[in-house]
Antibody, heavy 120, light 107 residues
Framework: EVQLVESGEGLVQPGGSLRLSCAAS????????MHWVRQAPGKGLEYVSG????????YYADSVKGRFTVSRDNSKNTLYLQMDSLRPDDMAVYYC?????????????WGQGMLVTVSS | DIRMTQSPSSLSASVGDRVTIICRAS??????VNWYQQKPGKPPKLLMS???RLQSGVPSRFSGSGVGTDFTLTISTLQPDDFATYYC?????????FGGGTKIEIK
């Protein structure tokens, strides 16, 4: 069974940092592109960041470019999101997701999500 | 970045109704559109990929169409379990942007 389990949620002050983790199981992690998507309270889905299967290629939304860093450790089956210079508008539920293999680019599995609160 | 515009942002419908949601891309994206269903407090669930490819286990009352810039998701006969928010997403390029969502509410 495919599972994506996020951890690292918490409360952080504006300007602070937080590192999110997503532990994957039930599939060959190293062969899949992985992504982060967030959802602010009461709002829609927003793409945040992603990485190729080997971690050499990374993608970012303009809203987080230069502040967030995505990475992965294929030996630990884990995806990470380092979030620096956090702002109040970064407050959201963060989901990790797996991009399906086959060329459609769809996100076929999602974690349960974790809340990141940015507040003083 | 490619912008995805969904309409309507919300709609009220009754069980048994036929419902269509529209998604428009800011430029041509072939058939690289995916549709997700999300219920409160839950992660999104992939319904359809490549504009019209139904995911395993998704009821056949859901269908999708479109190519280029204009796409639709249709629910042929709305069921109680379908009241949720639906999102389109383009996977033509990164960042893989989402539409703003369409919330289907009970009339």
């Amino acid at each position: 069974e495919v599972q994506l389990v996020e951890s690292g949620e918490g409360l952080v002050q504006p300007g602070g940092s937080l590192r999110l983790s997503c532990a994957a199981s039930g599939f060959t992690f190293r062969t899949y592109e992985m992504h982060w998507v967030r959802q602010a309270p009461g709002k829609g889905l927003e793409y945040v960041s992603g990485t190729s299967s080997n971690g050499r290629i990374t993608y970012y939304a303009d809203s987080v470019k230069g502040r967030f860093t995505v990475s992965r450790d294929n030996s630990k089956n884990t995806l990470y999101l380092q979030m620096d210079s956090l702002r109040p508008d970064d407050m959201a539920v963060y989901y990790c997701s797996r991009e399906s293999i086959g060329g459609t680019g769809a996100f076929d599995y999602w974690g349960q999500g974790m809340l990141v609160t940015v507040s003083s | 970045d490619i912008r995805m515009t969904q309409s309507p942002s919300s709609l009220s419908a009754s069980v048994g109704d036929r419902v269509t949601i529209i998604c428009r891309a800011s430029r041509g994206i072939s058939a690289y559109v995916n549709w997700y269903q999300q219920k409160p407090g839950k992660p999104p669930k992939l319904l359809m990929s490549a504009a019209s490819r139904l995911q395993s286990g998704v009821p056949s009352r859901f269908s999708g169409s479109g190519v280029g810039t204009d796409f639709t998701l249709t629910i042929s006969t709305l069921q109680p379990d379908d009241f949720a928010t639906y999102y389109c997403q383009q996977s033509y390029t990164t960042p893989r942007t989402f539409g703003g969502g369409t919330k289907i509410e009970i009339k």
